[in-house]
């Protein structure tokens, strides 16, 4: 990160963390409601009374009084140089900025194919319990065959304001969501020739503005989802399948000029302002299903091998 800044007289150039801002003359520009600003009270291009030891006092050099309803041309306020009268203000701003972001997550899950639900399960909550839960898994673990992974961080989406009883204040208690992954799945079945059959919900959140302030609680941030819920797919030990096709493409061009003039080639773009900005955004699942054997020792680590005769015949199948 680097800034540096250069001035040759009234021209003033600075370089702002690679942004190009440029001032030109002796004064900027209004800009925005600043022009309306200008023309409006007392504080602005207009005479301005104030108080002196008991008397009134106009300190201004135009003749509009400062409780004149009427505003004033907001070139009043700057003066005036060389013997036409006239000066140059200028200010320039120029960004090119270029983001990549890439996402990637890995998760695995083990997942029996046995359906039967589990006395001690429930749907997974991530992040407690109650009114101070940060999300609940939309495919639990009620069941054997189910299995949720959650992979991210969570952040605040919104406050939920409880008025304060007695003359207390309110209070806000912030709700989360998660800016990452979450990967649910369920197996229906394995089958003898070695298919898996399968569905599964993944959803990936990701940060899109930081800017919404809700008052007396916060900053609250807003979150752009995608998800994709599967119906039943079958598919072979250690085969990948691929889903993609959620594709996000956004493109914006905001142009603002004046009349006429911003349309005149070259010069046209001393008199115009150009906004082009383009998203695109593509969620790409890949799923390898391994079937995990215990009958030859476990493929993955997994099963047990009897190490002695004598403990080799208490598992016997005989």
């Not at 200028?90 to 997942?111: C, M, Q, W, Y």
């Not at 589990?118 to 189910?146: D, H, M, Q, W, Y």
């Amino acid at each position: 990160s680097n800034s540096f800044a250069f001035r040759s007289g009234s021209n003033f150039v600075v370089s702002d963390r690679g942004e190009f801002l440029g001032a030109f003359g002796g004064l900027l520009p209004p800009q925005g409601d600043q022009f309306s600003t200008i023309a409006g009270g007392a504080e602005s291009a207009k005479a301005e009374t104030v108080t002196a030891t008991g008397e009134l006092a106009t300190v201004a050099s135009e003749s509009i009084a400062a409780t004149s309803p009427a505003p004033v041309n907001p070139g009043v306020a700057y003066p005036f140089s060389g013997a036409n009268n006239y000066n140059y203000f200028d200010f320039v701003r120029g960004l090119i900025e270029s983001n990549t972001t890439k996402v990637l997550a890995s998760p695995t899950l083990i997942i029996n194919e046995n359906s039967e639900p589990i006395a001690s399960g429930a749907a997974v909550t991530v992040g407690g319990s109650g009114t101070a839960a940060l999300n609940t898994a939309s495919i639990g673990r009620p069941f054997a065959n189910e299995s949720f992974v959650t992979v991210g961080a969570q952040e605040i989406v919104s406050y939920t304001v409880q008025a304060g009883q007695n003359g207390a204040p309110n209070s806000c208690q912030p709700e989360f969501g998660t800016a990452g992954l979450t990967f649910g799945a369920r197996v229906s079945r394995i089958d003898d020739n070695g298919f898996v059959t399968f569905s599964m919900s993944p959803e990936i959140s990701a940060v899109i503005a930081t800017d919404v302030r809700i008052e007396g609680c916060g900053t609250v941030n807003t979150l752009t989802t995608r998800r994709l819920d599967t119906g039943e797919v079958r598919v072979r030990d250690g085969q990948t399948l691929i889903l993609t096709g959620v594709i996000s493409d956004y493109d914006q061009a905001v142009v603002r000029k004046w009349p006429v003039l911003g349309d005149i080639p070259f010069v046209g773009q001393f008199f115009r302002d150009s906004i082009n900005r383009r998203e695109k955004r593509e969620l790409v699942i890949l799923v390898s299903p391994r079937i995990i054997r215990d009958d030859n020792g476990g493929n993955f680590g997994y099963g047990y091998q009897a190490a002695t005769p004598e403990a080799r015949q208490l598992v016997s199948p005989y």
